[in-house]
């Protein structure tokens, strides 16, 4: 059974410039998660999604970040303009359902978005 | 708000030799507890969870975890470490059974760094 892909693995840009990431979570999840992970820090969630409806984006910077998952299948998450700040790994995570706290949640490798 | 709080930055033990991670949280009911492992340039793997029973959990890789409600911890343990066990060592807490539907996610401590010496 295939994981959860990501694309790209690593990207670097300079600021004020737009990035878009990419997850395909595992076949048959409904559930779809995108982490921030800061260099020393623990995941943080900024958006997650039930099938195609976006149920918990608090976390998400809306003025410059948007996500969006069609279909309810992959979900791209996008930033722009991006800045000095957005630098961290961005990770997909996918789980079968938000019935309740303790469906496994399985994350991808993650994208390594470096801003200059 | 839930919180979960690893006290150890950075850990080095000689292969072989026993570990224990620990970690704390805060959480206002009843918690699902999660150990995730992360190698370099990879991403979080399930070492093991606990949800409800029995409070000693065991896991994937000789990993094995207790939870202590009355000291709000749920430490990692493996009485052996081998060398491919260094990576960094994330504890999460998610909300437990009739948590808020607003509330699914996962939090996350900052993590512990396990490092090996041959």
């Known amino acids: 059974e295939a994981g959860v892909v990501q694309s790209p693995r690593y990207k670097i840009i300079e600021k004020k410039q737009p990035v878009a990431f990419w997850c395909n979570p595992i076949s048959g999840h409904n559930t779809l998660y995108w982490y921030r992970q800061n260099l020393g820090q623990g995941p943080e969630l900024l958006i997650r999604y039930e099938n195609e409806e976006a149920v918990d984006d608090s976390q998400l910077p809306k003025d410059r970040f948007s996500a969006e998952r069609l279909k309810g299948v992959d979900s791209t998450l996008k930033i722009q303009p991006a800045e000095l700040g957005d630098s961290a790994v961005y990770l997909c995570?996918?789980?079968?359902?938000?019935?309740?706290?303790?469906?496994?949640?399985?994350f991808g490798p993650g994208t390594r978005l470096t801003v200059l | 708000a839930q919180s979960v709080t690893q006290p150890d930055i950075h850990i080095t033990v000689s292969e072989g030799a026993s570990l224990e991670l620990r970690c704390n949280y805060s959480y206002g009911a009843t918690p699902y507890l999660f150990w995730y492992v992360q190698s370099p340039g990879q991403g979080l793997q399930l070492l093991l969870k606990y949800f409800s029973g029995d409070t000693l959990v065991q896991g994937i890789k000789g990993f094995e975890a207790e939870f202590k409600r009355s000291q709000s911890s749920f430490n990692l343990r493996k009485p052996s470490v081998h060398w491919s066990d260094a990576a960094e060592y994330f504890c999460a807490v998610g909300p437990g059974f009739g948590g808020s539907g607003s509330a699914r996610q996962l939090t996350f401590g900052s993590g512990t760094q396990l490092t090996v010496l041959p």
């Open positions: 995570a996918s789980s079968l359902g938000g019935g309740s706290g303790g469906n496994e949640q399985f």
